[in-house]
């Protein structure tokens, strides 16, 4: 009669539902400011437990901001202990130095989770739109407004950055239920 999508999709949320405590890190990259939020899954209720930015020493050489980056993420994860790691991809600027540099801050960032077994997803600035805004064209401040809507926060309080990072392990979260993601029937 549905042609086994029902018990398909039954299973789906019943797994997803079934998520409870897992912890989730969204990182949004860069060479000056690191945002990042924590969301931890609760029987499909979604906290924030911890977000902001980690700003760089903007002094130092490329090479020891790079030092810098992968220290400050690595002592993040131990303090926050997440489960799943998720980042956003690299957009390509018209400035291909700029894009190279956020490609090797990403590349430390994710040396830092896989160095503690943390598994990283990658999403691009579109998907992570499409999923948490249901539009893949989103401006940061529509971003911004959504995750203060989604985990009742103070609109006030929350950086672009710390937005983008909620963003991105909101995007995470979605994706890997099921919910979030396109489904064929």
Known sequence: MFNGFMPTLTLK???WMNKVGLRVL????GTRYI???LIQIDNQQYR?????????NTNLSFPMKLK????RVSHL?????PEAVAIE????????KTTLRLGHARGVIMLAATEKNIPVTEYAPREIKQAVIGRGGASKDQVKWMMTQMLCLPCDELQEDAADGLA????????????GSKMTV
């Open 89 to 96: 991809e690299v957009y390509v600027s018209q400035n291909a």
């Open 13 to 15: 949320i019943q797994r």
């Open 68 to 71: 810098d980056i992968y220290e």
């Open 35 to 37: 945002g990042y939020g």
């Open 77 to 81: 994860m131990d303090d926050l202990q």
């Open 168 to 179: 991105v392990a909101l995007c995470h979260a979605l994706r890997t239920s099921g919910i």
């Open 48 to 56: 924030a437990v911890d977000y902001g930015f980690l700003r760089t």
């Open 26 to 29: 969204g990182i949004d990259p």
